[in-house]
């Protein structure tokens, strides 16, 4: 049982480059969430999805896309990176109890 | 809406001496609250979690909390630091059951002195 698990782990990329980031989960979960960390900012959700085939709008969206393939996974894209995207991202799950499930992160540096 | 404010970014105290790090919430419903602990290039672990029911929680690690709603707070206590509780730890809020969301405060880095 692996838990969340995210990749890549690192990941540098240029201004205006593409990429994806990967979460899947393994303990048959409802919910997924896709969360961005910066420094004396928390945690701030991006986007969510509630169940599969559903997505929502988080607190900050703008210049992100996700795509919940199944029950399992849910990606994140950055179709055109931006140095403000520099961050940590990471990933969560939750079932129907209340606490959610974090995947170990992924460190972005855009430049 | 809701929200938290952690006071203190950073709190320091020595090995063996009382932790408290304060949480305090914003909410238009009957919260939920939660204290995460992550450590250097880790992901979020749940520490605690306060639902409905006993006020004082207790969580893993010797940790333990109490909701106080007349205060609108949720602060974290350990009576004897050690040096692995060094760490930053986030207190989170949500509506009761099946709100989707989980509302951060800022975090605070908790440092231990030997």
């Known amino acids: 049982n692996a838990g969340v698990t995210q990749t890549p782990k690192f990941q540098v990329l240029k201004t205006g480059q593409s990429m994806t980031l990967q979460c899947a989960q393994d303990?048959?979960?409802?919910?997924m969430y896709w969360y961005r960390q910066d420094p004396g900012m928390g945690l701030r959700l991006i986007y969510y999805?509630?169940?599969?085939?559903?997505?929502d709008k988080g607190e900050v969206p703008n210049g992100y896309n996700v795509s919940r393939l199944n029950k399992r996974e849910f990606s994140l894209r950055l179709e055109s990176a931006a140095p403000s995207q520099t961050s940590v991202y990471f990933c969560?799950?939750?079932?129907?109890?209340?606490?959610?499930?974090f995947g170990p992160g992924t460190r972005l540096t855009v430049t | 809406a809701q929200s938290v404010t952690q006071l203190g970014s950073h709190v320091s105290v020595s090995e063996g001496a009382l932790v408290l790090l304060r949480c305090n919430y914003s909410?238009?419903?009957?919260?939920?609250l939660f204290w995460y602990v992550q450590y250097p290039n880790q992901g979020l672990q749940l520490l605690l979690k306060?639902?409905?029911?006993?006020?004082l929680v207790k969580g893993i690690n010797g940790f333990e909390a109490e909701f106080k709603k007349s205060e609108t707070s949720f602060h974290l206590t350990k009576p004897s630091a050690h040096m692995s509780d060094a760490a930053e730890y986030f207190c989170a809020v949500s509506g009761p059951w099946g709100a989707q969301k989980l509302v951060f405060g800022q975090g605070t880095r908790l440092t231990i002195n030997p």
């Open positions: 909410s238009s419903v009957p919260p939920y």
């Open positions: 306060y639902t409905t029911g006993a006020t």
């Open positions: 969560a799950s939750r079932l129907d109890s209340y606490e959610q499930y």
């Open positions: 303990m048959n979960h409802n919910s």
């Open positions: 999805s509630a169940s599969e085939g559903t997505t």
